[in-house]
């Protein structure tokens, strides 16, 4: 266990549902990230906060797709009008970079199935 | 988008061997991270070595890192079933204020240890 955690650990939905995602990290820690992983493949970024603000959203992150941190602690990752492709697992990740300490510690995912 | 890319894809050894496993990546990175993840389950960071750093050990883990060559092998001494799993190379960009950005995984390297 990482400390950091994930909610809820699978979900399995219909084609355009929406869907949101709950991520609580290691709680001193400033940085949270969000990835996404499909089968054989390594994660993919998807969106990274500092505190309460979103530095950087990947290309890959469609309207759809919508992500907050609005107190600087946990993290919400919402997907509008899902779409088979987006089944993969979700991962949620948290580190300490304001003093220079660049590990990313993971959570244990969000698994997503699009029906 | 990968970044790096793992090599080999596969290696199947016995316990007791050491197991080696390689990651090459394309742009200047402020430090490069090794993480191991078991099958359908989070990843957990191994080791963590700075751009201006050549080798580094824990444990049974020695990382050495080349950046005229951007590349990065990670050993695994004396292996134990336990150490069944898949290996992530990840990179972080030098930013603006450091590291602690999205990291860049490769493809990883899968390692099955048979008793």
């Known amino acids: 266990d990482t400390g950091v955690s994930q909610d809820p650990r699978h979900k399995i939905t219909k084609r355009g549902q929406n869907v949101t995602f709950r991520c609580d990290p290691i709680?001193?820690?400033?940085?949270l990230y969000w990835y996404r992983q499909t089968l054989g493949q390594g994660p993919e970024f998807l969106t990274y906060?500092?505190?309460?603000?979103?530095?950087?959203k990947s290309r890959l992150l469609s309207d759809r797709f919508s992500a907050e941190r609005p107190k600087g602690s946990f993290s919400t990752l919402e997907i509008q009008r899902t779409e088979q492709g987006d089944s993969a697992m979700y991962l949620c990740?948290?580190?300490?970079?304001?003093?220079?300490?660049?590990?990313?510690?993971f959570g244990p995912g969000t698994r997503l199935t699009v029906t | 988008s990968q970044q790096g890319e793992e090599d080999p894809q596969a290696l199947s050894i016995q316990e007791g061997e050491n197991a080696t496993m390689n990651c090459s990546y394309k742009?200047?990175?402020?430090?490069l991270q090794w993480y191991r993840q078991n099958s359908g389950r989070g990843l957990v960071h191994l080791i963590l070595?700075?751009?201006?750093?050549r080798e580094k050990h824990s444990g049974r883990l020695r990382v050495t890192l080349d950046t005229s060559k951007k590349s990065s092998s990670l050993l695994i001494t004396a292996s134990r079933a336990a150490d069944t799993a898949s290996y992530f190379c990840?990179?972080?960009?030098?930013?603006?204020?450091?590291?602690?950005?999205?990291?860049?995984f490769g493809t990883g390297t899968q390692l099955k240890v048979e008793l």
């Open positions: 990740a948290s580190s300490l970079a304001d003093r220079a300490s660049y590990e990313q510690y």
């Open positions: 742009t200047s990175i402020n430090n």
């Open positions: 709680s001193e820690h400033n940085r």
């Open positions: 070595i700075r751009s201006n750093e």
């Open positions: 990840a990179t972080d960009a030098e930013g603006v204020t450091g590291g602690g950005n999205k990291l860049t």
């Open positions: 906060f500092q505190n309460e603000a979103q530095l950087e």
